[in-house]
């Protein structure tokens, strides 16, 4: 029995010995784990933070987009405005074209009725109107008039000219 007892012994001083030299060596191996579990998270640290300077750019490039976007929106308003009154200027332009070419055929209408009256009626000039006056005042009247009915034709031809040159133009 001492045998097995000197024998147990060993077996327990070499267990003991060999636990002292395995426990550095587990220690060593826990220690690198560690280690290496650390540059881990640091490596995992770093990516995070390219990613977040990654979604931080893309946030940046969004709200540049956003706002240029905007900008377009607000510039495609003004033009639709401005192509809005423009067309209304155009309609109120066709319409008083309209009113001055009807103002133009009715002023024409009266020139070829008033030509047409002279012609029926035949000619008649300004001396032979004088020299009918049975007085002095019945002639100053009678020039008087006459002036005044020279004076009318001539703002009259004058103006019924400058619609139709307008007209044209």
């Not at 097995?4 to 002292?20: D, R």
């Not at 240029?68 to 405005?81: A, G, M, V, Y």
């Not at 049975?134 to 009247?141: A, L, R």
């Amino acid at each position: 029995m001492q045998r097995w007892t000197i024998k147990l012994v060993s077996v327990g001083v070499g267990l003991v010995l060999l636990a002292g030299t395995l426990s550095p060596v587990a220690a060593n191996t826990l220690e690198d784990q560690l280690q290496k579990v650390r540059n881990e998270l640091n490596q995992k640290k770093v990516e995070e933070q390219k990613a977040k300077g990654v979604v931080k750019d893309y946030t940046s490039q969004i709200t540049s987009i956003n706002s240029s976007i905007e900008q377009k929106n607000r510039e495609i308003s003004e033009l639709q405005n401005s192509l809005a009154s423009a067309m209304k200027n155009v309609e109120d332009t066709k319409r008083d074209l309209n009113e001055a070419e009807q103002r133009l055929e009715e002023s024409t209408e009266v020139l070829k009725k008033r030509v047409k009256g002279m012609y029926q009626n035949g000619t008649v000039t300004y001396l032979e109107v004088l020299l009918n006056s049975g007085s002095f005042s019945d002639f100053t009247n009678r020039l008087e008039l006459l002036q005044r009915m020279v004076e009318s034709d001539s703002a009259w031809w004058q103006g019924l000219t400058r619609k139709r040159h307008k007209l044209r133009n």
